[in-house]
């Protein structure tokens, strides 16, 4: 049973990815959930009952948080329900360091540039110039951030 902390807790989570990265509440709610619940496996009808929410919405949310690689499902043999739980490796590979991301939105950032006209607004085509030069950046930069990182755990 989830005690009221833990539920104040997933609430906090789900307004923080819901505010922040637009993700529905239920979602941010079940990942902060994940994160301190005990057991740390739970099941779809667990998290539905603990989250006071609906099983799809909670299929939907696990199903959107794999997308991310934040959750993983197991089933032991002989079991016939998925345990669900924060998926470990989440931290070791984050997907906000891929650097293939942020060449790709400099890539749109350019391409939007060719696209405006000669006569488009010097704010509009600067503030595109800028977007690309900063998603290069990122590109850049990010992955030697992670290599530090993972130097300074000694996971390097």
């Known amino acids: 049973m989830a005690t009221t902390a833990e539920l104040a807790f997933a609430d ?28 740390a496996q739970q099941t779809i009808a667990d998290l539905a009952e603990a989250l006071l929410a609906s099983r799809s919405a909670i299929t939907g949310a696990v199903k959107s948080l ?10 032991a043999a002989g079991d016939r329900v998925d345990r669900i739980s924060i998926d470990p490796a989440a931290g070791l590979a984050p997907k906000g360091f891929d650097a293939a991301l942020y060449r790709e ?52």
């Open 12 to 39: 906090r989570a789900g307004s923080f990815y819901a505010r922040e990265y637009g993700f529905p509440p239920v979602t941010g709610r079940l990942l902060g959930y994940l994160v301190v619940c005990d057991p």
């Open 105 to 156: 939105q400099a890539e749109l950032a350019r391409e939007a540039l060719d696209l405006l006209s000669p006569d488009a607004p010097t704010a509009r085509r600067a503030a595109l110039e800028e977007a690309a030069a900063f998603y290069d950046f990122l590109a850049r930069r990010l992955p030697e951030v992670l290599k530090e990182w993972r130097e300074h755990q000694n996971l390097g």
């Open 66 to 75: 794999e997308g991310y690689h934040a959750v993983r499902r197991t089933r």
